[in-house]
């Protein structure tokens, strides 16, 4: 199985492509889609999409997992960081792969085994689990890498029948 994990946001969206079957794991790619600071937000949703439809095209995933959005103070941020997360979603959709959402707590429980741990447990965890010789950069690759473990790790009853 293929899965594309996203860190959604519209400054930078983090993605870590992983192939993973009986219980191994092997990266195929991480990084980024960005986008600078002062470009218009439309063009900026462009071009999300356009790096969505590329790695799509590439790597032709069997899953997309995505964190939930959790905010708290920032409204501003919090709305463009949605709509960036719509134009993912609405690629996935479009190519007609399975989307599984899931919370920063289900992410943490599934890659280090306690829903508490702290970012730096979180980044060395997901290294060693995917047999990484350093943590990946960007950090929005590294969070994407683990949500895409949270799938993996999550799928056995997810995958009998995608949503």
């Given at each position: ?24 794991f ?12 002062g ?63 899931y919370?920063?707590?289900q ?29 990946p ?27």
């Amino acid at each position: 199985m293929i899965i594309l994990g996203i860190d959604p946001g519209y400054a930078i969206v983090g993605y870590g492509v992983i192939y993973y079957q009986s219980g191994r794991f092997r990266v195929l790619e991480y990084g980024a889609i960005t986008t600078p600071a002062g470009m218009p937000l439309p063009k900026r949703l462009h071009r999300i999409y356009e790096g969505m439809e590329e790695l799509i095209r590439k790597y032709k995933p069997d899953a997309l997992s995505i964190e939930q959005l959790f905010f708290n103070t920032n409204s501003t941020t919090a709305i463009g960081v949605a709509e960036a997360r719509g134009c993912i979603l609405l690629s996935a959709d479009m190519n007609n792969i399975p989307i599984y959402e899931y919370t920063p707590l289900q992410v943490k429980q599934a890659v280090t085994g306690y829903g508490r741990a702290e970012k730096r447990q979180i980044m060395q965890m997901t290294t060693t689990l995917l047999g990484l010789t350093e943590i990946p950069k960007p950090d929005d690759a590294a969070d994407a890498l683990a949500v895409a473990v949270c799938h993996a790790h999550s799928s056995g009853s997810k995958m009998l029948g995608y949503n």
